[in-house]
């Protein structure tokens, strides 16, 4: 199953580090560094499944020959401290093919660290099928016809990094989505995802090589610790198999059997306790076997059965309310200024009509964007209050109201856009938000990814239970 892995670091002379030698290294590549005058060969040992370099629009040919990129980076700097280039470490999503996964990393490098001014150097490694994932190397300073000119500290600040992790998430979630998977990833803590484990700690040096009394003793405390961490987490499941399952279906609505399996491995300290764990989950009344349609084999939890029930429920009895319309003045003025497209216009009809819960696959192009900015601005004339949430706003609160907003009232407007792409508590909980305070939600995804899905999105059912909505 798809896992969230992103890990930044700054290559520094201060640590005794090339970034000739780190590219050659991650590029599986031969370079000659002119600084140390040595050669640094990695060609066959280091397999790289697809090497690149991205760079901003209008930077000189020169960027591209990695050899003379990596060099002129040596050349810039002066100090026998200085920091050399950030490293990016990004495991890549099992689900996706070869040719997803590249896209992927393109458009990942390409809008977050190309389009700010940065080179990326990218390598993608595939030697364990189980860890695929992507090395990104990106310069520190602003590149010139001349060579580089001064660092740009704005690059340096954390919220870039936490920004950097959320972009992530939400790239890597919209291509399994168009790849039609129901997987998920979040870039948050376990706790801010509350799930009651413990996270596993980095051991470093390329994980675990040889017996323990063979290694240092910093990497004999890690391991230790990781074992005490695995045991903790391994008693937890077993006293407690829902926080298995809590677990699983953040990332995935479903399981298999073997993911299952691969889980409790992964969390556990040893064979014997994973196998007493697999029984306890197994056991418990909180596993759910589905048997509908292509479900079989597939495993979910009775709070996500029970979260399901309850989405459809609210959204049933909120279309039936007959509220939230607007006037027919309103309506009137904004429609006139719709471009004469009937697909929009009927679009516009349906989500300004009456009653508490819409629901709208509409493609997210220029005419999606015309549209709801119409309908919040149709709202607005009448004195509704529209709040417009994202995906990415939604993952960072558990609260059924608005993440750093006013509370809602029966005169706010919920308008949840992507919501494809949202899970199905959190989905509920923004539907059971709107629902308490009498507002009016109002769903809208995408249909190519809802069509690559095959229906397997909580939305898919929110569309299915108001049926008849254009879309």
């Known amino acids: 199953m798809a896992i969230y892995h992103l890990n930044a670091n700054v290559i520094s002379r201060a640590r005794g580090q090339s970034i000739v030698a780190a590219a050659a290294y991650r590029a599986g590549a031969r370079l000659r560094d002119e600084r140390y005058g040595v050669v640094h060969n990695y060609v066959g040992k280091h397999p790289c499944a697809h090497a690149e370099i991205m760079a901003p629009e209008g930077t000189p040919d020169w960027v591209h020959d990695r050899e003379l990129l990596w060099n002129r980076v040596e050349?810039?700097?002066?100090?026998?401290?200085?920091?050399?280039?950030?490293?990016?470490?990004?495991?890549?999503?099992?689900?996706?093919?070869?040719?997803?996964?590249?896209?992927?990393?393109?458009?990942?490098?390409?809008?977050?660290?190309?389009?700010?001014?940065?080179?990326?150097?990218?390598?993608?490694?595939?030697?364990?099928?189980?860890?695929?994932?992507?090395?990104?190397?990106?310069?520190?300073?602003?590149?010139?016809?001349?060579?580089?000119?001064?660092?740009?500290?704005?690059?340096?600040?954390?919220?870039?990094?936490?920004?950097?992790?959320?972009?992530?998430?939400?790239?890597?979630?919209?291509?399994?989505?168009?790849?039609?998977?129901?997987?998920?990833?979040?870039?948050?803590?376990?706790?801010?995802?509350?799930?009651?484990?413990?996270?596993?700690?980095?051991?470093?040096?390329?994980?675990?090589?040889?017996?323990?009394?063979?290694?240092p003793s910093h990497l004999v405390e890690r391991i230790a610790e990781q074992r005490r961490i695995a045991r903790a987490n391994g008693d937890a499941i077993i006293e407690d198999p829902s926080v298995?399952?809590?677990?699983?279906?953040?990332?995935?609505?479903?399981?298999?059997?073997?993911?299952?399996?691969?889980?409790?491995r992964s969390r556990t300290e040893n064979d014997a306790q994973s196998a007493a764990a697999l029984i306890a989950v197994t056991r418990s009344a909180e596993l759910v076997a589905l048997a509908g349609p292509g479900e079989q084999g597939?495993?979910?939890?009775?709070?996500?059965?029970?979260?399901?029930q309850s989405l459809r429920r609210r959204v049933r009895s909120m279309a039936n309310r007959a509220t939230h319309s607007i006037t027919s003045d309103t309506h009137g003025v904004m429609l006139s200024r719709l471009p004469a497209n009937t697909v929009v216009r009927r679009a516009f009809e349906y989500l300004l009509g009456a009653g508490a819960a819409k629901a709208l696959a509409v493609r997210d192009d220029a005419n999606r964007s015309v549209l709801l900015d119409a309908v919040v601005e149709a709202w607005t004339i009448d004195g509704l209050q529209a709040v417009r949430l994202t995906p990415r706003m939604l993952a960072g609160t558990v609260d059924p109201c608005p993440p750093g907003g006013k509370?809602?009232?029966?005169?706010?407007?919920?308008?949840?856009?992507?919501?494809?792409?949202?899970?199905?508590?959190?989905?509920?909980?923004?539907?059971?938000g709107a629902d308490h305070a009498r507002a009016k939600a109002v769903l809208i995804g995408d249909p190519v990814r809802?069509?690559?899905?095959g229906g397997a999105t909580p939305f898919s059912s929110v569309l299915q239970e108001l049926e008849g909505t254009p879309g």
């Open 75 to 215: 050349a810039a700097e002066q100090r026998k401290d200085s920091q050399l280039a950030r490293v990016i470490e990004i495991g890549l999503p099992v689900e996706l093919s070869p040719e997803e996964s590249l896209a992927l990393v393109r458009e990942y490098a390409a809008t977050v660290f190309v389009a700010r001014g940065m080179i990326a150097d990218f390598c993608i490694r595939r030697d364990n099928p189980d860890n695929p994932r992507v090395h990104i190397l990106l310069t520190l300073r602003v590149v010139t016809p001349d060579g580089f000119g001064p660092k740009e500290r704005r690059w340096n600040g954390k919220a870039n990094l936490i920004e950097w992790r959320a972009a992530w998430a939400e790239r890597a979630n919209l291509h399994l989505a168009r790849a039609g998977h129901a997987e998920r990833i979040d870039h948050r803590t376990l706790e801010a995802q509350q799930i009651e484990l413990t996270p596993a700690r980095r051991m470093g040096g390329g994980g675990i090589r040889g017996a323990a009394d063979a290694l």
């Open 244 to 264: 298995a399952l809590r677990a699983l279906t953040h990332g995935s609505p479903t399981f298999t059997q073997p993911e299952l399996e691969r889980f409790l």
């Open 298 to 308: 597939r495993f979910t939890s009775r709070d996500m059965i029970e979260a399901a």
């Open 407 to 432: 509370p809602l009232v029966p005169a706010s407007v919920l308008l949840i856009e992507d919501a494809d792409m949202i899970g199905l508590k959190q989905l509920e909980r923004a539907v059971a």
């Open 450 to 453: 809802l069509g690559a899905m």
